[in-house]
């Protein structure tokens, strides 16, 4: 614990197993769809909390470009450069932040935990900078900030404001055969 004699504050289990499905997803490359029933089932993580752990992961995933253009205006390197363990207790942060009813001080409360758990001290004291970052504005002002303009570069442009992979965009435009100005309204 970095020389520290303090005792890590107890992860909730619904972000912990939250956090453990994107680990996974990240690491191994696993389906969060297959790796999340287990964990609940394993952890008997049941009703409101499983249903918690899942938005947690399933939204974190869902808006994971978004979440990481977000972070990467957030932090002073590269969104790469961040530690994998930070950087997903960091997304799950910014989905509670971004898209969840969690009050901003609660979400970064238990984020820091997280981090502090999974990354040491060091890693909690950064998060929370990052995170009081995040939450200096809601999601479609960061949208707006971070979307480069549908002239400039389409495929990214929609990726980015609709939180697809630019894969999907890009396999989109090629289906209609290049003109994407129909998903852009």
């Known amino acids: 614990m970095n020389g520290s004699t303090e005792v890590p504050a107890a992860v ?62 957030c932090v002073n390197r590269p969104l790469d450069r961040v530690d994998p363990t930070l950087r997903d207790a960091l997304r799950l942060g910014a989905h509670q932040l971004l898209a969840l009813r969690v009050a901003t001080h609660a979400a970064v409360s238990v984020t820091v935990d997280l981090a502090r758990a999974v990354a040491g001290e060091g890693p909690a004291r950064f998060a929370n900078a990052v995170l009081r970052r995040v939450a200096a ?3 479609p002002e960061w949208i707006a900030e971070l979307t480069p303009a ?10 980015l404001a609709h939180a697809h992979p630019r894969w999907v965009v890009a396999a989109l435009r090629d289906a209609l055969g290049g003109d994407l100005a129909e998903t852009a309204a």
């Open 12 to 73: 909730d289990p619904a972000r912990r197993a939250a956090y453990d499905v994107l680990r996974a997803v990240d690491e191994r490359g696993a389906y969060a769809n297959l790796v999340l029933p287990g964990l609940l089932r394993e952890r008997g993580i049941t009703g409101r909390d499983a249903a918690f752990a899942t938005e947690l992961a399933y939204g974190t995933l869902r808006w994971q470009g978004t979440y990481d253009a977000v972070l990467g205006a």
């Open 150 to 159: 549908y002239d400039d570069d389409p495929v990214a442009h929609l990726a």
């Open 137 to 139: 504005r809601v999601l």
